[in-house]
């Protein structure tokens, strides 16, 4: 297998499920430039796959250029074996929702509210919900434990709560695949863990493929079925976990001394002073 | 459990549709009430049975039935049309630049209405010809999508709320400076009738501008209600709304020419008015309790409609028998509200 080649071979009959997600030699960059390049992903079904790198490497530029946010420079994306750049907006949305890092500015919205636009792609001319979208919405806000918050204003929870709120739209978009851009942003611990349970959770249970970026390894490592390491101009290690997380491979991609950082234990050694 | 939840649910809409239900019953009171109130103060106060006989057809041949037919009635309707399409434009352009002061008039696309209009006046009556209806939108349109590209093209260089408004203001300002230079030049006549229409009024509205303005009016609103999804997609952010399923572009577009070409009617016919784009659709929703479209829109356009009958009949009736002009009165009651959009904001950022 191509080292840099994610997906296919490590899940039990991972074989048989459908490929939601495959990247072929994408190239990305901003304005002409390309940053990375060789980013080959093939996600399936109910597999979770995480990007790690320092900041500034270019995980969010990846995500953005799959979603076709950014037009990606060379290689090409499919979505459901379909190209990306074929798909209509509307397509697009039926099999991919987003959380995104930006901080976004409402008025006069409650948790409900935005909640419910993840139904936009199923709702008539006037995006009247029905009683099934409602249903969904109140499925999905139970599942990331934010039901209580339905009738507060989106503005006026606390960050964390609002980063459960719009993994809670993404959800009731019922897309194939969710992208997440760090999504464990304004966390703390007990969230963060459990937003990782809750996307766990979608992937068993709705055979949803993930796709996010992470900063914390060790929740990477625990919640991941791949991870890609992104450096410098490209992919510079792929796989499961186990193969990623070891001491070579981490160091190399943070440039850290040896022993300073455990992987696994997530241990860390400071200066003697 | 489920039980428990399936009440609440329940009761939180019904709460919410009970708050819509009241605000827009309110709005259809003040707007009889108003429009009644229109029709019946002036210079000749004309008594409610007689309005009554009037509208009714029983009375046809009094001077009140001339002042209401041929004056008032038509004032009434375009200030009312005029009025819901300033506060839907100005909901669009907030919506566009999430910028809850952008308005047609603060942003300098009621000026470059104005100024292509004036242009387009001393050209055409120049050559003594007649400004038609059809003429004054055209131009009016073409000169507020001038201002809009100005404004455009600043805000993809400045990222800064607050600078944004400013550009437009000076946009504003540099139009209207032109717009003076034009009329002081101006000689015909005709063209001096222009400095009473460039301040802003409803006045000398006949039913022939009525016809023209109600299409325009009535189709660009309506168009604005089927906006109302991509709206509410594009209220959580332009990546977001691409995510959805909206065609970023193709929606852009839209909003901006159903903007322009609400502003520049506005214009053609009443001249440029301020604050009734930034008002009007503020507290709708503050009424409402919601920023949605589906029930800002029709809302605003009936609280645009309610507020320019309010302040036409205090333009023309406070210091009766002179006129002040429309914008000094929208301003007076406009302006306290923008600042305390202004005050609030800078409270929540605390």
Known sequence: MDETRVGGTALG????????????????????????SGVNI???????????GPNGAGKSTILKSIVGYLESLDGAVYISGRPVNELSAHDLSLELSVMLTERMRTELLTCAD???????????????????????VREAMNMVHVWDLRDRDFMQISDGQRQRIMLARAIAQEPHIIMLDEPTNYLDIHYQIELLNVLRRLVRTRD????????????????????????????????????????????????????????????IQLEEI | MQKQSDIDVGFGRSVRRRRVTIVFAALAVLLVVLATLNLCIGSLNVPIPDLLAILSGQDTTSTNYQVIWSIRLPRLIAAAL??????????????????????????????GAKLVVALMMIVVVGSSGVMTNGMMIISAFVGSLIAMVFVLLV???????????????????????????????????????????????????NWGDIGIMTVVVILSSLAVFFLSKPISA???????????????????????????????????????????GIAVPHVIKRALGTSKPLVVIPGAFFGGAIFCLFCDLIARSVFAPTEVSISAVTAIFGAPIVISILLKREKARR
Request: hydrophobic share 45%; aromatic share 10%.
């Open chain 2, 82 to 111: 005029l009025g819901g399409a300033l506060a839907l434009a100005g909901f669009l352009l907030q919506t566009f630049f999430n910028n809850p002061i952008a308005g047609p008039f603060i942003l300098g696309i009621s000026s």
């Open chain 1, 42 to 52: 093939q996600l399936h079904a109910g597999e979770i796959l995480t990007l790690i």
């Open chain 1, 114 to 136: 935005i909640v419910e636009t993840g139904r936009y792609p199923y709702t008539g001319r006037l995006g009247i919900l029905t009683d099934e979208d409602r249903d969904k």
């Open chain 1, 13 to 36: 009959g991972a074989s048989e499920r459908p490929i939601y997600l495959e990247t072929k030699d994408l190239v990305v960059g901003y304005d002409g430039v390309p940053l990375i």
């Open chain 1, 208 to 267: 949803v493929a993930v796709i996010m970026s992470l900063h914390e390894l060790p929740l990477a490592r625990k919640v991941s079925d791949y991870v890609m390491c992104i450096k410098g101009d490209g992919v510079v290690a792929a796989g499961p976990p186990e193969g990623i997380f070891t001491p070579e491979v981490i160091n190399e991609l943070y440039d850290l001394e040896p022993g300073v950082f455990d992987p696994i234990t997530g241990n």
């Open chain 2, 234 to 276: 594009f209220q959580l952010g332009e990546q977001y709304a691409k995510s959805m399923g909206v065609n970023i572009r193709v929606f852009r577009v839209a909003l901006i020419l159903l903007s322009s070409l609400l502003a520049a009617t506005v214009t053609a016919f009443a001249g440029p008015i301020s604050f009734v």
């Open chain 2, 155 to 205: 805000s993809r260089r400045i990222n800064s709320m607050s600078m944004l408004i400013v550009a437009g203001v000076m946009i504003g300002y540099i139009c209207s400076a032109a717009t003076d230079f034009l009329i002081t030049f101006a000689s015909d006549a005709n063209i001096v009738n222009l400095k009473n229409w460039s301040l802003g009024s409803f006045s000398g509205i």
